[in-house]
């Protein structure tokens, strides 16, 4: 039982490249190319070093063929261009599919044209990268990345794992993740070491490590250790670093957005300069406040905006707030007589795009109020199934392009 365990791992260990087997405390001091800081545009610049020329003439059949039989899996034409010579292959796979296609697809349709609407020309879409047939180097490369990254799964199972799915990187890494949470191996050693197995972090990778960036602390910085093969550079790019990039910039404009709300602030209590809301009497600077388009031209503030709108569309309040021939929300303050202005809508936009849902519920809003009114309206209407687009239906006049084919897609189904 100890052999069984100790055996894959001393011999993964052995496998590995040399450097790897440093520890990340002593490979900083060390090596200097390890460290340094990502380079984006060389990372991402397509830089397409090593396809020799069979290659390039097996993709360029591969494109061929996926335009000639657009519902058939590319791995059905991966298959046969590899069991043929050089010599018109490309020839003798499209025979072969004419004449017995069934033979060699053996069922191997794509789901895609099947699942949407039929009357769609979808098969346009090039070739996914994840589909051609991959460089020798970027295999190799793949495979070594994921010794290393699935320590604790045999090399068999990644290999056959890696030719069931291409040799994709981004596509087999998901069935490994989810083999290596679950293999004995994997239960062992966490119980042995009593830490969580390096996987489970979607952020952490053998090839990249995440270091504070000394200009901005509260962010971290990422440096990647390149694995050679540009292709898979850019594959681990997509996958663990740019997320983490997208999240933390978001989050610095967030920051930023609060800091501007509060100088902001400041500044308009230092010069006097803030209004109070005459729903809820609450001061707040210009940038939030709007005005109603009475003569009396009450202030109302963005929240009560967002209050008020947020009541006529998800709680009772909407024939309280809203006012149909405006198609605009009715003043909040409570005046005697009551007020018969209205807030402008783009007030209203903005107010409620200073949430983060807010441009879903402006759009809600305007699409309530627009079908509100068409009702109103009485005019025998001719409706979309899918968004909220209406034409008068006219006997003598031809529905338009979007109505046409919605209305065959219906009558298919
Ligand atoms: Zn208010
Ligand atoms: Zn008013
Ligand atoms: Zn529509």
Redesign the pocket.
């Known amino acids: 039982m100890i052999l069984s365990i100790s055996m894959p791992k001393s011999s993964g260990r052995f496998l590995r490249k040399p450097d790897f087997l440093k520890s990340r405390q002593s490979d900083d001091a060390a090596s200097t190319e390890v460290r340094t800081p990502l380079d984006l545009d060389e990372v991402l610049e397509d830089v397409e070093e090593e396809e020799d020329s069979d290659l390039g003439e097996l993709n360029t059949a591969l494109g061929a063929l996926v335009d000639i039989f657009p519902d058939v899996q590319p791995d059905v034409f991966r298959e046969m261009l590899l069991n043929l010579s050089k010599e018109s292959r490309l020839e003798v796979v499209t025979e072969h599919l004419l004449r017995n296609g069934a033979q060699y697809i053996q069922g191997r349709y794509r789901k895609k044209p099947s699942d949407d609407n039929a009357s769609q020309p979808r098969h346009l879409e090039p070739l996914p990268k994840d589909e051609t047939f991959r460089s020798d180097k970027y295999k190799r490369t793949v495979k070594d990345t994921l010794y290393l990254e699935f320590r604790n799964l045999s090399h068999s199972s990644i290999r056959a794992v890696l030719a069931e799915h291409n040799y994709s990187y981004t596509l087999a890494r998901p069935t490994l993740h989810h083999l290596s949470s679950k293999s004995w191996r994997a239960t062992i050693s966490s119980f042995f070491t009593r830490k969580r197995p390096a996987t489970s972090d979607p952020d952490l990778h053998p090839h990249v490590e995440w270091l504070p960036n000394p200009t901005e602390p509260s962010s971290l910085f990422p440096y990647f250790k390149r694995t050679g093969c540009t292709e898979l550079d850019q594959e681990l790019y997509r996958v663990y670093i740019a997320p983490v990039l997208a999240r933390q910039n978001q989050e610095r404009l967030d920051r930023d957005q609060a800091l501007a709300y509060d100088l902001n602030e400041t500044e308009a209590e230092d010069a006097n300069a803030m209004f109070d809301c005459e729903c809820c009497f609450t001061p707040y600077p210009f940038e939030y406040i709007s005005t109603?388009d009475?003569d009396?031209g009450?202030f109302i503030c963005f929240r009560c905006i967002k209050l008020a709108a947020n009541e006529a569309l998800y709680g009772q309040g909407w024939a309280r707030n809203i006012d149909l021939t405006k198609s605009s929300l009715r003043?909040l303050?409570p005046?005697v007589p009551e007020?018969q202005?209205c807030i402008n809508p783009e007030l209203i936009q903005r107010a409620l795009c200073t949430e983060k849902d807010g441009a879903t519920n402006w759009q809600k809003l305007q699409e309530r109020v627009m079908s509100e009114n068409l009702i109103k309206s009485q005019l025998p209407l001719l409706r979309c199934l899918s968004c909220p687009y209406a034409e008068i239906d006219e006997p003598h006049i031809i529905a338009s392009k979007h109505l046409e084919h919605v209305q065959s897609a219906g009558e298919e189904v």
């Open positions: 109603c009475s009396a009450h003043c303050a005046s007020c202005g």
